[in-house]
C-alpha cells in the first residue's frame, strides 16, 4: 500500500480558516494518535482526507492518484464517525441493521464475518433505531464500521465516546489485534489521551490552524522533560531551550522543555527533573499559561 499524502491542504468556511497549508504523511503499517484541542481541526481534517468534504485548496493523493472522487483511491479509505442521533436525520432515523446493511455495500472489503462477531460482543439490538440508542452503543457502531471496513487506512473519531472503562479496554485491544493481524494503517482521534498512549506508535498534534508536530511517540517523549525549582535557577537552566507551560508559584518555577538533539539539562541539586506523559506533555504544548503568585 502507498502512502496517504496530504499537500498543502487548505479548509475554509466562508469567512473562517479552519486549516492552512497542512502536509501530512501516513505511512501504511502504524497507528497514529491524532491530538488537538477542540475546534482545531481534526475531524475536519479526517473529512478531506476521505474526501468526505472538499478541500478549500491543496490536494490529498494516495500513491500517485488524487483521492477525490476516485473510486479506486476511497475503496481504501474508511472515515467511520460520530453518527448522527436526531431522528431528523437520515442516519439518527436508521435501525442499527440498515445503517450496517449500508455500510457493507459502501465498502469493497467489509467482513461480514468480523462484524457479526462484534455484533454479538457489543449486544447490539439489530432492530433499533440509532436515535435511540445511547452515546455508548453509538460508539460501538462506529467502532464496528470502522473494523469491519478491511480498508487499509481506516480513521476513527472519538471511537471510546460514551464508552465506560471496560468498553473502552476492549476496543483498543480488538484494535491491537487486527493491526497484528492485518498490518492496516489506524488513525485515532480522542481526547482521552493517558488511555490510549500506549497504542499509538505516532502521535499528530493539529494547532493553529496546523500540524504543529508529528513524532514517535517513544521519541517525543524521551526528550520531554518538566523542570521545577528556584525560578532564577530554572531561566539559567533552560535559557536556550524551548519551554512551553510556565507556571509560576512563589519564587518557584516550573516548565515544561522539548530538548533537541544535542541539548541535556545539567545535574543540579536546586531543580527537579521528571519525565512527562503524553497527556500532561500535549496540556503544556496546547494549554494556557497559568501563573500562580501570592500577592499580599
Known amino acids: 500500500m502507498e502512502n496517504l499524502i496530504c499537500k498543502n491542504l487548505c479548509k475554509s468556511y466562508k469567512d473562517k480558516e479552519v486549516l492552512k497549508d497542512v502536509n501530512l504523511t501516513l505511512e501504511p503499517g502504524k497507528i497514529y494518535g491524532l491530538i488537538g484541542r477542540n475546534g482545531v481541526g481534526k475531524t475536519t481534517l479526517l473529512s478531506l482526507i476521505s474526501a468526505q468534504s472538499t478541500v478549500t485548496s491543496g490536494e490529498v493523493t494516495l500513491g500517485n492518484e488524487p483521492v477525490w472522487e476516485n473510486p479506486n483511491a476511497l475503496q481504501h479509505i474508511c472515515f467511520s464517525r460520530e453518527l448522527g442521533m436526531s431522528v431528523s436525520t437520515g442516519t439518527g432515523a436508521m435501525k442499527v441493521k440498515q445503517y450496517l446493511k449500508a455500510a457493507k455495500m ?3 472489503n467489509w467482513d461480514e ?14 432492530k433499533k433505531q440509532i436515535a435511540k440508542l445511547s452515546k455508548g452503543m453509538a460508539s460501538m457502531i462506529t467502532i464496528i464500521v470502522a473494523l469491519a471496513s478491511k480498508a487499509p487506512y481506516t480513521f476513527l473519531d472519538e471511537p471510546v465516546a460514551g464508552l465506560d472503562v471496560v468498553a473502552r479496554d476492549m476496543f483498543y485491544r480488538l484494535l491491537i489485534e487486527e493491526y497484528t493481524e492485518s498490518g492496516r494503517t489506524f488513525v485515532i482521534s480522542t481526547h482521552i489521551i493517558e488511555e490510549a498512549a500506549d497504542v499509538f506508535e505516532e502521535v499528530i498534534i493539529v494547532k493553529n490552524h496546523g500540524i504543529f508536530l508529528k513524532e514517535h511517540t517513544d521519541a517525543l517523549l524521551e526528550r520531554a522533560r518538566h523542570i521545577s525549582g528556584r525560578a532564577d535557577v530554572i531561566d539559567t537552566v533552560t535559557q536556550d531551550m524551548h519551554t512551553y507551560h510556565e507556571e509560576n508559584i512563589g519564587r518557584s518555577k516550573g516548565v515544561t522543555v522539548l530538548l533537541e538533539p544535542g541539548q541535556k539539562i545539567s ?5 527537579t527533573v521528571q519525565k512527562v506523559s503524553l497527556q500532561n506533555l500535549f496540556v503544556a504544548l496546547c494549554g494556557e499559561e497559568i501563573s500562580l503568585k501570592n500577592e499580599r
Request: proline share 5%; no cysteine.
Open 113 to 126: 464475518e468480523m462484524a457479526q462477531k462484534l455484533i454479538k460482543l457489543f449486544e447490539l439490538d439489530m
Open 267 to 271: 545535574s543540579n541539586d536546586e531543580i
Open 106 to 108: 459502501f465498502y469493497p
